[in-house]
């Protein structure tokens, strides 16, 4: 990415200059800040910030399913928690937490939700249940890419969500309609080829 002059340059620079160099890149890239506050500064571990993550999601999501208006502004409530999973991700490396905590927000929202969610037409539910459907699909990509001594951290959880899937005629509608085996999340039983499922899946414009 960089040429090798470049970088000789940079390490030669006094070290006020590099210091300079540094927190003016940083006052342009807040991600790389707050990335570099977590490892050099912050006395939390990534489990401590995972779970007051977790507790301040939970609470989020109770809250704004508590004033339900549509499954439209529904899902605009957690798209928003998913960025903010997103961004506890980039800022502490959290890769056992990108999963559970995807678990967590989709169980939330749909233990609190599910009946509403079937009680629409499927023309207004479809893009949350697309959204519910992609994302499980995520999960199960990013348990496969992670030691295989975590999965049992997560097959409970995996199973009361492919059970609430289930027992939703719309998101089962839209699992069997975009190749999404229920079982796999209820049985905790993730093909060994789930990646070029998934690419398949997508190549014929599913998961959309």
């Not at 940079?10 to 006020?16: A, M």
């Not at 499980?136 to 496969?144: D, E, G, P, Q, Y």
């Not at 899937?165 to 789930?194: F, K, Q, R, S």
């Amino acid at each position: 990415m960089f040429s090798k002059e470049l970088k000789k340059a940079i390490q030669e620079l006094p070290s006020t200059e590099k210091d300079k160099l540094i927190f003016r890149l940083l006052r342009r890239d807040l991600d790389l800040a707050n990335r570099l506050h977590f490892e050099l500064v912050d006395t939390e571990t990534v489990e401590d910030k995972r779970a007051a993550f977790e507790v301040s999601m939970l609470k989020k999501i109770t809250n704004y399913s508590n004033r339900f208006y549509s499954v439209g502004y529904l899902l605009q409530d957690t798209r928003l928690t998913s960025g903010d999973i997103n961004e506890h991700v980039k800022i502490t490396k959290d890769k056992f937490g990108e999963i559970s905590l995807n678990i967590k927000m989709l169980l939330q929202l749909l233990k609190l939700n599910n009946e509403r969610i079937e009680s629409v037409a499927y023309s207004k539910a479809y893009t949350l249940c697309i959204y519910v459907i992609a994302r499980a699909f995520k999960i199960l990509l990013l348990i496969k890419a992670i030691d295989e001594d975590y999965f049992m951290d997560f097959k409970e959880d995996l199973s009361t969500l492919g059970k609430l899937i289930y027992d939703n005629p719309l998101l089962m509608h839209t699992a069997i309609d975009n190749a999404l085996d229920v079982n796999w999340l209820i049985l905790g039983e993730i093909p060994e080829d789930i990646v070029s499922i998934h690419k398949e899946i997508r190549a014929n414009g599913f998961l959309k």
